[in-house]
């Protein structure tokens, strides 16, 4: 509502009505691992629909996550349209960190500045194709926190936690 031009509708969980999603532009989740929601629920076929339309994709927090045990079957796939992902609940770190801007000019930098942070981190992210944004410090590494990244079929995708 604050941007003109942008209607933003909330759906706890995936739409039951399959026009609500005619024009979509960008879905985004903020819920358990997405991955497993998203590829092997039962709207599996209608995401992957968006996702080759060029629908962007955000994830966030643990919604950015695929569970250790799916990784290897979906992990690939997931990546393909997130650009990155971590392991949900592998090596976390809850600490204070300044919130760094990897690259300060891409658009989603602009209009905020760098700040200290308290939160749960979640280690080791896998990068595929995804380019690094958002960094913290913790336990003595850097750690990428959001990543954005440009699909082939012209779809978007940031994911963070």
């Given at each position: 509502r604050q941007m003109e031009g942008v209607e933003?509708?909330?759906?706890g969980g995936w739409p039951k009505d399959p026009e609500d999603l005619a024009g979509v532009k960008t879905i985004v989740f903020y819920t358990d691992p997405a991955a497993e929601m998203l590829l092997d629920g039962p709207h599996a076929e209608a995401f992957e629909g968006l996702m080759n339309q060029g629908v962007g994709l955000v994830t966030i927090h643990w919604a950015s996550s695929v569970?250790?045990?799916n990784l290897e079957r979906i992990g690939d796939k997931w990546m393909g349209y997130l650009g990155g992902t971590w392991i949900s609940n592998v090596?976390?770190?809850t600490d204070t960190s300044t919130l760094k801007k990897l690259i300060p000019k891409h658009p989603i930098c602009?209009?905020?500045?760098?700040?200290?942070?308290?939160?749960?981190?979640?280690?080791n992210p896998k990068m595929a194709k995804g380019k690094p944004l958002l960094q913290v410090t913790t336990k003595?590494?850097?750690?990428?926190v959001g990543w954005v990244?440009?699909?082939l079929d012209g779809g978007r995708a940031f994911g963070t936690t």
């Open positions: 933003t509708v909330v759906s569970y250790q045990k090596e976390l770190s602009r209009g905020w500045n760098e700040y200290e942070l308290r939160d749960e981190f979640y280690l003595g590494k850097d750690v990428t990244h440009e699909r």
